[in-house]
T-cell receptor, first 112, second 109 residues
Framework: DADVTQTPRNRITKTGKRIMLECSQT?????MYWYRQDPGLGLRLIYY???????NKGEISDGYSVSRQAQAKFSLSLESAIPNQTALYFC???????????FGPGTRLTVL | AQRVTQPEKLLSVFKGAPVELKCNYS??????LFWYVQYSRQRLQLLLR??SRESIKGFTADLNKGETSFHLKKPFAQEEDSAMYYC???????????FGAGTRLFVKA
């Protein structure tokens, strides 16, 4: 089945470490997104990409960077992790502006 | 500014009781409204969208532009409905989706 996968599923790291979260999809979608989920705040958009050559900041991009290595891959990096980046991170894809989003299983990141 | 408000963080009902999860939005243009659901240990998935005007798993939601609301309703709640529900908004034809903070529904036996 076409799917959206995320690695790792869980990660504990220390303040100041560099962390990369990876997302892969087999849906053939052009659009990919990174969100973080915090209790009481819902999902907030970090970065989004319409294709390999197009990357855009979302509402909370500070402290994060992304790389769209291929149509199927979209990575999120925390260059120097801090404790308030502890959250559940979701990758999502969509095929077009009228399509809904399809989410990955999430990555639970804890920064100590 | 675009905003989605879900006033209830937690909603607890008995099995067989009606349930309504509230969603209000703030948007100046023509929005598309969605309800997403996240069951325990599962990924977030679309439940329904207003333009489809469909009923999924017994849930319906009507867009009320006058009250800027998109409440999710089900006449008889089931235990398997227990989950986290997110209301979301997107500009018609757009791509960026704004999510509410979510409401956790707990259906008691």
């Amino acid at each position: 089945d076409a799917d959206v996968t995320q690695t790792p599923r869980n990660r504990i790291t220390k303040t100041g470490k560099r962390i990369m979260l990876e997302c892969s999809q087999t849906k053939g979608h052009d659009r990919m997104y990174w969100y973080r989920q915090d209790p009481g705040l819902g999902l907030r958009l970090i970065y989004y990409s319409f294709d390999v050559k197009d990357i855009n900041k979302g509402e909370i991009s500070d402290g994060y960077s992304v790389s769209r290595q291929a149509q199927a891959k979209f990575s999120l990096s925390l260059e120097s992790a801090i404790p308030n980046q502890t959250a559940l991170y979701f990758c999502a894809t969509s095929g077009s502006s009228t399509d809904t989003q399809y989410f990955g299983p999430g990555t639970r990141l804890t920064v100590l | 500014a675009q905003r989605v408000t879900q006033p209830e963080k937690l909603l607890s009902v008995f099995k067989g009781a009606p349930v309504e999860l509230k969603c209000n939005y703030s948007y100046s243009g023509s929005p598309e409204l969605f309800w997403y659901v996240q069951y325990s240990r599962q990924r977030l998935q679309l439940l329904l969208r207003h333009i489809s005007r469909e009923s999924i798993k017994g849930f319906t939601a009507d867009l009320n532009k006058g009250e800027t609301s998109f409440h999710l309703k089900k006449p008889f709640a089931q235990e398997e409905d227990s989950a986290m529900y997110y209301c979301a908004l997107r500009r018609a034809g757009g791509f960026k989706t704004i999510f509410g903070a979510g409401t956790r529904l707990f259906v008691k036996a």
